[in-house]
């Protein structure tokens, strides 16, 4: 098992950038693969951003691309998530996710662990 604990959100205007941590519990930490997802308030859960186990590849949603970059640190149990050039509709809350595997997916009906979230607000 592993638990996700995500920090880094806040209040920033558009164009700003914040960095996102998701930290891991647990000494297999580097079997997992782990992915962002966000949600609005009344929308779906979407996905963001996946990385996998060794860090390589990484996937991210169309609408991110470009101005957000995930990262990890195994040695750490840690992963990031920079987001720069953010704009209103980035408002929503982050959250963490992982599964143990090698399939680095965009579903989050995959993924078997999740974070509380951390609330990203962007003002225009």
């Known amino acids: 098992q592993v638990q996700l604990v995500e920090s880094g959100g806040g209040l920033v205007q558009a164009g700003g950038s914040l960095r996102l941590s998701c930290a891991a519990s647990g000494r297999t930490f580097s079997g997992y693969v782990v992915a962002w997802f966000r949600q609005a308030p009344g929308a779906e859960r979407e996905f963001v951003s996946a990385i996998s186990r060794s860090g390589v590849p990484t996937y991210y949603a169309d609408s991110v691309k470009g101005r957000f970059t995930i990262s990890r640190d195994n040695a750490k149990n840690t992963v990031l998530l920079q987001v720069n050039s953010l704009k209103p509709e980035d408002t929503a809350v982050y959250y963490c996710?992982?599964?143990?595997?090698?399939?680095?997916?965009?579903?989050?009906?995959?993924?078997?662990?999740w974070g509380r979230g951390t609330q990203v607000t962007v003002s225009s």
């Open positions: 996710a992982a599964y143990f595997g090698s399939v680095v997916s965009n579903t989050k009906e995959r993924y078997e662990y």
